[in-house]
């Protein structure tokens, strides 16, 4: 359910006379990102992980310039989609630098998979017959565990449909051996958002009770999952512990992690209006934003204007769905017509979630590195029929 508190928004990245004349010469709604706290961000998983293999989990965000920013700082790409593997290719990414992950990969991404020297993330036994003739592969364990989060973002439950149970995982390794594959090693990845570390830890221990069975392993992927709060040098320890008893080099693949606190999405207050609660009309909503509707999910807000007479609005879309609410009970000086609100933590499944349902353009998304880029444009009603016949 969507509770009242929401946490002050400490990661406005980019000063708000910026955002103002970011939503002045671009419009709204519109997806801000910061270059400097992308990098941050990476810097703050190499200081946890070390040498680790950054696989970045690009259905958070995939636009390219984001995933060429990072791939110039040796970050490569977790895929779960023929698109997303095309992007892949389409910024260069080859071998160790592609994972092609998912419950049910098609043909097309397992010879586009395999064209790239992919290695691919084995989810259930039968795909060791469906993988391309000498395939690199992990095993995708599913570790059976309830984690802390929504349950739409909790994957290694056992009644999730995620990967193969601990007990057959040293059978499809050796079956993946016997068919003529390189099996490197072991895939975990319990979640997303998680909230309580110990999740972390007692998954990574479910995989190290493996070792008996499976021998000296090359990799043992840990996934992402982590809140943008997260304890990364406790959750690194104790991927190293763990994949200590494999012999084996960590690999990790955070999404949110790594561009959420760098984005914000801008929209305008379009008017005001009291039913039975007090709404701020806004120009964005579900279309552009569909975490809080989807998961309930509580995003910072920020006024980009001030004022003494502070009440307490629901945001609401423009979307003609009564769930169409950015965020409920915020409170905010009193708005004026055109006022601009920054919702933050939206550079992670805010822009590659967005729909065109009710024929509505994604959004325009920026770039701030010294200037401003425009790094997708907005679309046009043209472009969103322009596949229809
Ligand atoms: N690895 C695998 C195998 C995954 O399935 C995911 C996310 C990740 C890594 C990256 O997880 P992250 O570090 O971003 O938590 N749409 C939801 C999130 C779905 C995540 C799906 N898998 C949201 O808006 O919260």
């Not at 992919?118 to 003739?133: G, K, N």
């Not at 599913?142 to 999730?160: E, R």
């Not at 449909?161 to 099996?183: E, S, T, W, Y």
């Not at 909503?285 to 307490?312: I, K, N």
Request: proline residues 4%; charged residues 25%.
């Amino acid at each position: 359910s969507r509770g009242a508190s929401r946490p002050p928004y400490d990661r406005a990245v980019i000063a708000s006379d910026l955002l103002l004349d970011a939503a002045e010469r671009f419009g709204t709604p519109l997806y801000v990102y910061d270059a400097a706290e992308l990098d941050a961000a990476v810097g703050r998983v190499r200081a946890a992980f070390g040498h680790a293999r950054v696989s970045y989990a690009m259905k958070a965000n995939s636009n390219l310039t984001v995933l060429r920013r990072l791939q110039a700082r040796g970050i490569g790409f977790e895929c779960v989609s023929l698109g997303e593997l095309h992007r892949a290719r389409e910024v260069g990414a080859r071998g160790d630098d592609v994972l092609v992950n998912g419950p049910a990969k098609s043909a097309e991404e397992y010879t586009l998979g395999a064209a790239l020297g992919a290695t691919f993330i084995v989810d259930r036994e039968e795909e060791v017959a469906l993988l391309p003739p000498r395939s690199r592969a992990l095993v995708r364990v599913n570790p059976a565990l309830d984690v802390s989060t929504h349950d739409h973002l909790a994957t290694g439950a056992a009644i999730s449909k995620f990967g193969v149970r601990l007990d057959v995982a040293a059978d499809v390794l050796a079956a993946l051996r016997a068919a003529g594959h390189d099996a490197r090693g072991l895939h975990v990845h319990i979640g997303s958002a998680i909230r309580d570390a110990a999740d972390f830890e007692r998954a990574f221990a479910r995989l190290a009770d493996l070792a008996p069975l499976t021998g000296p392993l090359e990799v043992l992927d840990v996934g992402g999952g982590w809140s943008l709060d997260a304890d990364l040098h406790g959750i690194a320890a104790r991927a190293r512990e763990a994949a200590s008893a494999f012999g084996a080099q960590v690999w990790v693949e955070p999404g949110r992690y790594l561009v959420a606190g760098a984005g914000a999405l801008l929209t305008r207050v379009v008017g005001l209006k009291r039913t039975g609660r007090s709404f701020a009309l806004i120009d964005a909503g579900m279309t552009e934003l569909l975490r809080p509707m989807l998961y309930g999910a509580q995003h910072p807000v920020q006024a980009l204007w001030s004022g003494a007479d502070v009440q307490t609005y629901d945001l609401a879309g423009p979307a003609c769905e009564s769930g169409d609410l950015l965020a409920r009970d915020v409170r905010l000086p009193e708005p004026h017509v055109g006022a601009v609100i920054a919702v933050g933590e939206a550079g992670a499944y805010g822009a590659s979630m967005s729909s065109t349902y009710l024929t509505r353009s994604r959004p325009m998304e920026v770039l701030w590195d010294g200037e401003w880029s425009v790094i997708r444009r907005r679309e046009t009603p043209q472009d969103l029929w322009a596949t229809e016949v």
